[in-house]
């Protein structure tokens, strides 16, 4: 609308300089070398206005003469760039369906049409890597590595290839220069922190993490900054109480439920005389992940009281998660300790049917502590050998028997997960007796053993069912993309489950090989 007001505003004021020199004629006299020239004043603008055209034409035509070799050099430059556009293109998209010779032939056009462009080069250094030539890819990301706009690309390229040697040192090297050339670069950072992490530089590392904390979500960042803390906490621990205590606290206020800062924090605290504080921070992890540690740690704070009121204190932690087997655990122990054995036989009583092999080594206990029952503690241990696992601090396939800040095989952070290691589950299920018929089995006692004449002990086994729980829907199938060579991908570990190994010999030597 704009524009079409100020055409009319012009075409208006033209029209009115023109009707104005028509009502005003004049005469214009030129005498130049004897020649006079009278003309009117219209006549002789319209002939200033024709020779400006013409002169305009004119050198618009030398001009087009003048130019035309930049201009056929940029033509053919364009043209060339389109042709390395399309080789590009189509050698990308040949290295992610993986076709070798496809990958090869749009390199090599690139090469010929544009080697220096940088595209160029990532195109050589994938396609090399697509064929194996390591070497070849190492020189492309070097070349990426040398010029400024594609130094964080080339640093990437050769980390990966690091990598893929198993040289570790250059691969942080890369990190570290990468980090230093662009901070901003997610992966360099989780390089160089999961390095800082391995070495054991929990300051270094948690000045990684502040440096980087603007990448990450507000609660990936508490996380890893929590697990930071209490490392660093557990490493100054023997030296500095304070400080210790300080950073415990302050990992129990970014993440509640991390078990080993809430243990941790809750000991210094008690033994500071701070127990109520202690006694929250143990029951609020807790209620947010239950946990033999925290179990421990709790009837562990109040030094010199009787196994009674303890065993009070730990069925009032227990009932704050009710129906839980860590519960049931750190019940059976206290009234063990406090002989409760019908506390401890109640408690253990719902995942009789199918034992985990702490629950069996409970109830083996029980049956030597309670009723000396030597037969019954056997048959326990022998059922402890072939019963499920338990839940363990678990990482890349690696069973840790205590809490560790990063995985020892890939030093990943905050990896660690309490879980049983063969099946990826959080916790054993509860299992309930189905009401059939039962078989007794023979069980010979010490008597019989010995020759004695002694009627043989039976023990009914009943058949368990699981709770019944409600049906999940099944997952579709995912079809996975083959990432690009150069690229590992999402930085996250697969886990490798532990293989389970034959069990070989009888029962005793399981027991105490």
């Known amino acids: 609308m704009i524009r079409v007001v100020s055409f009319l505003i012009v075409v208006g004021a033209l029209a009115f300089g023109v009707a104005w020199l028509a009502d005003r004629p004049g005469e214009v006299v030129v005498t130049w070398q004897g020649l006079r020239i009278e003309t009117s004043l219209m006549i002789l603008g319209a002939a200033v206005v024709a020779a400006l055209a013409i002169l305009a034409i004119i050198w618009s035509a030398v001009r087009a003469v003048l130019r035309s070799p ?18 590009i293109s189509n050698g990308l998209i040949a290295i992610g369906a993986g076709d070798i010779v496809a990958a090869q032939k749009h390199s090599a056009a690139v090469n010929r049409i544009a080697p220096g462009e940088p595209l160029a080069l990532l195109l050589s250094a994938q396609s090399a890597q697509l064929v194996g030539d390591r070497d070849s890819a190492d020189r492309a990301f070097r070349a990426m590595a040398s010029r400024v706009d594609t ?23 890369y990190a570290e220069e990468a980090v230093r050339t662009a901070p901003s670069l997610q992966w360099a950072s989780r390089a160089v922190l999961e390095a800082r992490c391995k070495d054991g530089d929990w300051a270094g590392a948690l000045a990684m993490l502040e440096s980087n904390a603007s990448t990450l979500a507000k609660e990936i960042y508490r996380r890893q900054r929590a697990v930071l803390l209490t490392a660093r906490a557990h490493a100054v621990e023997e030296t500095d109480r304070g400080g210790a205590k300080t950073l415990a606290l302050e990992a129990q206020k970014l993440a509640p439920n991390l078990v080993p800062a809430a243990a941790l924090a809750a000991r210094l605290l008690a033994e500071g005389g701070q127990l109520r504080k202690a006694i929250r921070v143990i029951e609020s992890a807790w209620r947010a992940n239950p946990h033999p540690e925290l179990a421990q740690a709790y009837a562990e704070l109040r030094s010199g009281e009787s196994a009674r009121d303890r065993l009070k204190r730990i069925e009032a932690l227990a009932g704050k998660v009710p129906g839980h087997v860590e519960g049931a655990l750190a019940i059976a122990r206290a009234a063990l300790d406090a002989q409760e054995f019908a506390k401890a036989r109640a408690a253990l009583a719902p995942y009789l049917a199918a034992p985990t092999k ?10 030597r502590t309670e009723q000396n029952d030597v037969g019954r503690a056997r048959e326990w241990l ?127 030597r399981k027991i105490f090989g």
């Open 151 to 173: 130094k964080p690309l080339g640093l990437h390229g050769l980390f990966v290839e690091a990598h893929r040697r198993h040289d570790l040192l250059s691969a942080r090297a």
């Open 70 to 87: 930049i201009v056929l050099s940029r033509l053919l430059r364009n043209r060339r760039g389109v042709r390395a556009y399309e080789a």
């Open 358 to 367: 702490r629950i069996a080594l409970a109830m083996s206990e029980l049956e």
């Open 382 to 508: 022998a059922r402890a050998v072939h019963a499920a696992p338990d839940p363990a601090w678990t990482a890349d396939g690696h069973v840790s028997e205590r809490w560790l800040p990063a995985s020892p095989v890939t030093g990943r952070l905050d990896a660690l997960e309490w879980r049983v290691p063969l099946t990826g589950m959080v916790s054993a299920p509860a299992l309930e007796p189905e009401p059939s018929p039962v078989k007794p089995v023979e069980i010979a006692s010490d008597a019989q053993r010995e020759g004695a004449k002694a009627p043989p002990a039976t023990v009914e086994i009943l058949p368990a069912r699981r709770r019944s729980e409600p049906a999940q829907p099944k997952p579709e199938p995912v079809i996975p993309l083959i990432h690009v060579p150069d690229d590992p991908g999402p930085d996250v570990a697969a886990e490798s489950e532990v293989s389970a190994e034959p069990e070989t010999g009888s029962g005793w």
